[in-house]
């Protein structure tokens, strides 16, 4: 099978309305290229689920604050199209920012809290440019699935605001990080790395599994989680821009920890940014949130949710 090429907004349209017709389930993958290991396994993720999967490659001029980066940033498209033609992906949309942007754009997605802290507090304007560019990409594309990574868990949060609040008819699916065996998260800004810059990189990983270890051990303030994962960042080499420990749903920091949480980083190391995140949870924090939304849950019931969880009784908080 060859991977079919289109570069226009027209194009797309017309092959995609015959493949929908035929009660195919599309899948849209949408990514800015310099495909790696990383975007391969949403791409994976995608042809395991779906008839016909779309991979878009665009790099979305809106979304960058910084324009330097936007100059920087890798582009490989041949290379790109035979590792989606290897993965089995059906077509790849690769549209000019002429064709994405061919008038001067008024119309902008605005999803608020869950946009405004972590990266969204340093990259102004950066989820806006997401959030347009991904509804324009299902507007166009109007898959039925569409596959984010994990690894930038606060645009996969973003999405789902968006789809849940427009009621976009797109099943959003979100998909682990991809890591090298140091635990460096793979990133298409990774390659700017030097050879000493990316044996310093891994030290994000540490800090965040340093985090989720302490989190997972019962520690529930903040600050002392982040006292200790931070001096495993204290380097001359690296800039941190920040590391939260945040509310899952909302991407807002928490006071206390009191349920299941996101430890999340952004880091420079020279001139290239680095973001990263895990997921954890303190003991029993699963349990408690789900006491927490349901305060009647009968005793009885709890224990149902205890052994769904496999919390054992003695790892719970009284
Ligand atoms: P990007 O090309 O960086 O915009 O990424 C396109 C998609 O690939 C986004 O949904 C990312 O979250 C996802 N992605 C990037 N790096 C990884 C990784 N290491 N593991 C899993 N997904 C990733």
Not at 122 to 150: M, N, W
Not at 181 to 194: C, E, F, K, M, V
Not at 285 to 306: F, N
Request: proline share 7%; glycine share 8%; hydrophobic share 40%.
């Amino acid at each position: 099978m060859n991977t079919q090429l289109m570069h226009s907004v027209a194009e797309a349209r017309q092959a995609l309305s015959a493949v929908r017709r035929s009660g195919t389930i599309l899948g849209l993958v949408p990514t800015m290229g310099a495909l790696h290991a990383g975007h391969g396994r949403l791409i994976e993720a995608a042809v395991g689920e779906c008839g016909y999967v779309v991979v878009s490659i665009f790099v979305n001029p809106i979304q960058f604050n910084d324009q330097r980066d936007y100059a920087l940033y890798p582009q490989t498209l041949l290379t790109d199209i035979e590792f989606c033609q290897a993965l089995g992906a059906h077509a790849v949309f690769a549209p000019s920012a002429a064709e994405m942007y061919p008038h001067p754009q008024s119309s902008f997605v605005e999803v608020t809290g869950v946009s405004e802290r972590l990266c969204g507090e340093f990259r102004p304007g950066h989820f806006r440019g997401v959030a347009t560019v991904v509804l324009k990409l299902f507007s166009i594309v109007q898959p039925e699935r569409a596959y984010f990574g994990e690894k930038d868990a606060q645009q996969l949060a973003v999405i789902q605001r968006m789809v849940r609040d427009l009621n976009v008819p797109v099943q959003v699916v979100g998909v682990p990080t991809v890591r090298e065996p140091d635990g460096l998260a793979l990133s298409s800004r990774n390659q700017r790395l030097s050879q000493e810059q990316r044996r310093i990189a891994p030290a994000l990983y540490r800090a965040l599994e340093l985090a989720a270890k302490r989190i997972a051990m019962g520690e529930r303030r903040p600050e002392m989680v982040k006292l200790e994962a931070l001096a495993e960042l204290e380097r001359p080499e690296i800039r941190v821009e920040y590391f939260e420990i945040a509310d899952p749903a909302e991407m807002q920091p928490v006071a206390r920890i009191e349920g299941p949480v996101l430890v999340a980083a952004a880091i420079w190391i020279g001139s290239t940014r680095l973001i990263d995140n895990f997921a954890c949870s303190p003991p029993g924090g699963e349990l408690r949130a789900i006491r927490e939304r349901c305060p009647r849950l009968p005793v009885q019931d709890a224990r149902t949710a205890e052994e769904i969880l496999g919390y054992d009784e003695s790892g719970l908080p009284g």
